[in-house]
């Protein structure tokens, strides 16, 4: 027997959440813990209600709608966070698809042995105290310096974030020590990259998902007058970094094909006209599908730029600031996406995500798997965010069938 | 007849200016105007009148201490305003060499003909509207949209900086057409390079004084997911900036030897450690002793940015924020410095100014010429800066030589 999701319901559940949060300057701006989060959180377990599942908050903030079943729960979700500015589609399209199966699996009485449950994390894009709070709250992943070692991006501690949401850093803490088994996890998202826009495919199954570093760097060396060090007196600061840039991105394009290096984030001081550079901090993270890859990464790179600083006179600082592993999706997941994909007659490839998810998070906990839907022009994190319908019809149905197959 | 200067007078006198604007953050910290520089203004007034000099300020601030004489005046000086955290001889040291020479000629009744005058010019540094404010205007050189353009370094209007100074916009704009005509203009000052301090030489005698284009420019890509976006599907914007700022490096090191580029501040949006950059902000300064080059510069940097730009998808603008134009050193002037030199059996050599001066602008009003002393290590905009008072004591008595060539 085949289901399929009401399409026209799922479009509008992602049109009323994408009414909360919107960005005066375009977009919809939802960071979690936000007014419009808030909002949006309460909106939620509306419906999750409404749809007749059971709601439930763990003391990370992760809403869970549950249908009832025997054993170990399959789950499926993503998050309702935002970045700011931020589109409609990225998280949202995976939670209201959730919910969107479960109701049609409740509505339509579709047995299942399991218990079905949705969840919306809390905080995965990190506007809080780094990426996946809530999954890494779930998972047990989190410990008490990660999450009060500074400001959050709003630039208040997380403690008076959490003022009035009755959740503290305590019970954060608590959520992994309380958390069920699961069967299986399963996450619908947009691609945010143009591979399946460009290769007109409307369904990507995901079969890894890169790891990556975030480290801080400086290149470090002194500052001079512009108008009277010659150039081969100089300890230009800027120029390491820029060696470095082009370098260690011919690299990783050349040795390590399909993984990728970003500097995103560059501070020059003293910063002015007529002083050359004495230091130059940047971001520099990497990413890449395979761990053997990025524990490379992590050598190569770092002795290219020891490299460059001594060939420049400079010095070279850098420090991890965030970490994440390269997860390999489950043969047993990637097989019923793949059947399921063919069953329902749907175009599909495998391809590694770039991009971290909760699903990536979860995986240390379960077997978990995803579902990629096309975004046009690759464009996410951006007003521009789009998806098409159709595509997302597709996405959703195969979610539902293979969370049906997990259930089974 | 040999005249000598009296170097531990010249030593107390740069000793008790330098206390005026002492940061607690280390340096000397007087921009023009500051309270500081008020205190410094009054106490250099006191020394000039002390030392039996006629004492007058024109409409720019500019000092001026006049021994008379007949037909036009030789003029001698530099600046006493700083940067921030500053050392306590750029600038200071020449307005102070020229005060000891014209207490010497004093006190000792040498004979000379013209009119001598010590200067002090405002705001060489350029803390209120751009560099060299009093030798613009006091050369005529200055607009009213430059000096009006925008706010000074400390984010007030200059109107606001001139309450209680006695000095107005309009005072400023008019000092140009007020100014007397002058025979000569000489600039003791220190080299703020490593030149000399390499080359273990007491005094530079300016040949050129380099002209300089300050531009602002950016490079314009397309923001996307560090994650999911390949490096060849990529409008990064920084590694735009990063391939021009490494050859036009290597193309002024190899092409125009001598010249200098700088990037010195740079600013990349959205900056973000996942997103790749949108957009790259930075200075662009060139400089150059000689004007065909610095116009040949002006156009290979341009056409290497727009090259870069087109090769990388992305889009280059720049726009001239200041320019300053190269001047050489009349070979009268040159050929008495270098004859006083060889009189009083001082070390010396030719070389370029690769930062400007107030006599560079001088320089459009009549012939100029520049000693420089060395800077231990180069250094100079520091609290570290130094000089020898055996170099301050040779390059003073040059001056005074020189001066007395001038004003016979």
């Given at each position: 027997?085949?289901?399929?999701?009401?399409?026209?319901?799922?479009?509008?559940?992602?049109?009323?959440?994408?009414?909360?949060?919107?960005?005066?300057?375009?977009?919809?701006?939802?960071?979690?813990?936000?007014?419009?989060?808030?909002?949006a959180?309460?909106?939620?377990?509306?419906?999750?209600?409404?749809?007749g599942?059971?709601?439930?908050?763990?003391?990370?903030?992760?809403?869970?709608?549950?249908?009832?079943?025997?054993?170990?729960?399959?789950?499926?979700?993503?998050?309702?966070?935002?970045v700011?500015?931020?589109?409609?589609f990225?998280?949202?399209?995976?939670?209201?698809?959730?919910l969107?199966?479960?109701?049609?699996?409740?509505?339509?009485?579709?047995?299942?042995?399991?218990?079905?449950?949705?969840?919306?994390?809390?905080?995965?894009?990190?506007?809080?105290?780094?990426?996946?709070?809530?999954?890494?709250?779930?998972?047990?992943?989190?410990?008490?310096?990660?999450?009060?070692?500074?400001?959050?991006?709003?630039?208040?501690?997380?403690?008076?974030?959490?003022?009035?949401?009755?959740?503290?850093?305590?019970?954060?803490?608590e959520?992994?020590?309380?958390r069920?088994?699961?069967?299986?996890?399963?996450?619908?998202?947009?691609?945010?990259?143009?591979?399946?826009?460009?290769?007109?495919?409307?369904?990507?199954?995901?079969?890894?998902?890169?790891?990556?570093?975030?480290?801080?760097?400086?290149?470090?060396?002194?500052?001079?007058?512009?108008?009277?060090?010659?150039l081969?007196?100089?300890?230009?600061?800027?120029?390491?970094?820029?060696?470095?840039?082009?370098?260690?991105?011919?690299?990783?394009?050349?040795?390590?094909?399909?993984?990728?290096?970003?500097?995103?984030?560059?501070?020059?001081?003293?910063?002015?006209?007529?002083?050359?550079?004495?230091?130059?901090?940047?971001?520099?993270?990497?990413?890449?599908?395979?761990?053997?890859?990025?524990?490379?990464?992590?050598?190569?790179?770092?002795?290219?730029?020891?490299?460059i600083?001594?060939?420049r006179?400079?010095?070279?600082?850098?420090?991890?600031?965030?970490?994440?592993?390269?997860?390999?999706?489950?043969?047993?997941?990637?097989?019923?996406?793949?059947?399921?994909?063919?069953?329902?007659?749907?175009?599909?490839?495998?391809?590694?995500?770039?991009a971290?998810?909760?699903?990536?998070?979860?995986?240390?906990?379960?077997?978990?798997?995803?579902?990629?839907?096309?975004?046009?022009?690759?464009?996410?994190?951006?007003?521009?965010?789009?998806?098409?319908?159709?595509?997302?019809?597709?996405?959703?149905?195969?979610?539902?069938?293979?969370?049906?197959?997990?259930?089974?």
């Amino acid at each position: 027997m085949t289901y399929r999701i009401d399409i026209e319901r799922l479009r509008r559940d992602i049109e009323d959440l994408g009414r909360l949060g919107v960005d005066p300057a375009g977009g919809v701006s939802r960071p979690s813990f936000s007014r419009a989060d808030l909002e949006a959180r309460s909106w939620l377990k509306a419906r999750l209600t409404e749809a007749g599942l059971a709601v439930r908050q763990d003391g990370a903030g992760n809403i869970f709608g549950r249908l009832e079943g025997q054993g170990k729960p399959v789950m499926v979700g993503s998050h309702i966070d935002t970045v700011i500015r931020a589109g409609r589609f990225d998280g949202a399209a995976g939670v209201l698809a959730g919910l969107e199966c479960l109701r049609q699996v409740r509505e339509k009485a579709i047995p299942h042995a399991r218990p079905l449950e949705v969840a919306a994390f809390t905080d995965e894009e990190g506007s809080l105290t780094g990426d996946f709070l809530g999954s890494r709250a779930f998972t047990g992943q989190l410990n008490r310096e990660l999450i009060e070692r500074g400001l959050t991006q709003i630039g208040l501690p997380l403690a008076e974030i959490l003022k009035g949401t009755g959740l503290t850093v305590e019970s954060i803490l608590e959520t992994g020590r309380a958390r069920p088994e699961v069967e299986a996890f399963l996450e619908l998202h947009i691609e945010q990259g143009p591979v399946l826009d460009e290769e007109g495919v409307p369904l990507g199954l995901v079969d890894h998902i890169a790891g990556k570093r975030y480290r801080i760097c400086s290149f470090i060396g002194r500052a001079s007058h512009a108008g009277t060090t010659p150039l081969e007196l100089r300890q230009d600061a800027f120029l390491g970094l820029a060696d470095f840039a082009l370098k260690s991105t011919q690299h990783v394009a050349t040795k390590h094909y399909g993984s990728l290096v970003t500097i995103g984030k560059v501070t020059v001081h003293p910063g002015a006209f007529s002083i050359v550079p004495a230091q130059a901090d940047f971001t520099l993270e990497f990413r890449s599908a395979s761990g053997g890859v990025l524990e490379a990464l992590d050598n190569e790179l770092l002795a290219m730029a020891e490299d460059i600083a001594r060939t420049r006179g400079l010095s070279f600082l850098s420090k991890v600031l965030d970490a994440t592993e390269p997860v390999a999706v489950p043969a047993r997941i990637l097989d019923i996406l793949k059947e399921e994909c063919r069953r329902l007659g749907y175009p599909h490839l495998t391809l590694a995500s770039g991009a971290g998810h909760d699903a990536q998070i979860m995986s240390s906990l379960t077997e978990a798997g995803m579902i990629f839907i096309p975004s046009p022009d690759g464009i996410s994190h951006s007003p521009e965010e789009s998806v098409r319908g159709e595509d997302l019809e597709k996405g959703a149905n195969v979610l539902l069938a293979a969370l049906l197959r997990l259930a089974a």
